[in-house]
């Protein structure tokens, strides 16, 4: 009943920039904590950045200064811009958030996923 579909990944220079998109469809009525979440090859997962409903956000230190998370409550969409791109930025970037949502006359919560986008920085 609720997904989060990833777009904007791709294979780009050190340096480069990247704008990740994720969207929320399904009977969302509003989305607490909306975050980016990235894994590398024979890595663990690690938070990229978050945001909450009122927009303060959370980074991690690796990436402070280069990437700027972002949301749009109206769309249940949140957005990654990735400028000053290092190989080891390399890796599956997963879509997570915190869904409010209904089902018939029934209002539950629930953590969900995307699919994940993968974001290659070629040296």
């Known amino acids: 009943q609720v997904q989060l579909v990833e777009s904007g990944g791709g294979l780009v220079q050190a340096g480069g920039s990247l704008r990740l998109s994720c969207v929320g469809s399904?009977?969302?009525?509003?989305?607490?904590?909306m975050g980016w979440y990235r894994q590398a090859p024979g890595k663990q997962r690690e938070l990229v950045a978050s945001?909450?409903?009122?927009?303060?956000?959370n980074y991690a230190d690796s990436v402070k200064g280069r990437f700027t998370i972002s949301r749009d409550n109206d769309r249940n969409a949140v957005y990654l811009q990735m400028n000053s791109l290092k190989p080891e930025d390399t890796a599956s970037y997963y879509c997570?958030?915190?869904?409010?949502?209904?089902?018939?006359?029934?209002?539950?919560?629930?953590?969900?996923w995307g699919q994940g986008t993968q974001v290659t920085v070629s040296s």
């Open positions: 997570n958030a915190d869904v409010n949502y209904s089902t018939g006359f029934r209002r539950r919560s629930g953590n969900y």
């Open positions: 399904g009977s969302i009525f509003s989305i607490n904590v």
């Open positions: 945001i909450d409903s009122g927009g303060s956000t």
